[in-house]
Nanobody, 127 residues
């Protein structure tokens, strides 16, 4: 059974930073697509960043480029999202997601491409 467990969320002031972690159990992060998504109240879930095969390819939403970095530690089966220069509009529940093993993904930032989801971790940025 696949389980994704996020951690690292919290409350920070604008301009601050956080690092989110996603530990995968029953799933091998190596060679697969994994992503971070977020959803604010009343808004649709949106793709933030995705990574393929240990960082061979990475993808970012325009709104977070140059501020967020996705990385992966295959030895620890963990994916990270390092966020700097946080803005109030980054406030949301952040979810880690993974695709079925070896599945090809056409749009890595589209949440419907993903099969497994964590429970989410809240990020709140105050002005």
């Amino acid at each position: 059974q696949v389980q994704l467990v996020e951690s690292g969320g919290g409350s920070v002031q604008a301009g601050g930073s956080l690092r989110l972690s996603c530990a995968a159990f029953g799933y091998t992060t190596s060679g697969n697509y994994m992503g971070w998504f977020r959803q604010a109240p009343g808004k649709e879930r949106e793709g933030v960043a995705a990574i393929y095969d240990g960082g061979r390819s990475t993808y970012y939403a325009d709104s977070v480029k140059d501020r967020f970095t996705i990385s992966q530690d295959n030895s620890a089966n963990t994916v990270y999202l390092h966020m700097v220069s946080l803005k109030p509009e980054d406030t949301a529940m952040y979810y880690c997601a993974a695709v079925r093993p070896r599945a090809w993904v056409t749009s890595p930032l589209r949440w419907r491409e993903y099969n497994y989801w964590g429970q989410g971790t809240q990020v709140t940025v105050s002005s």
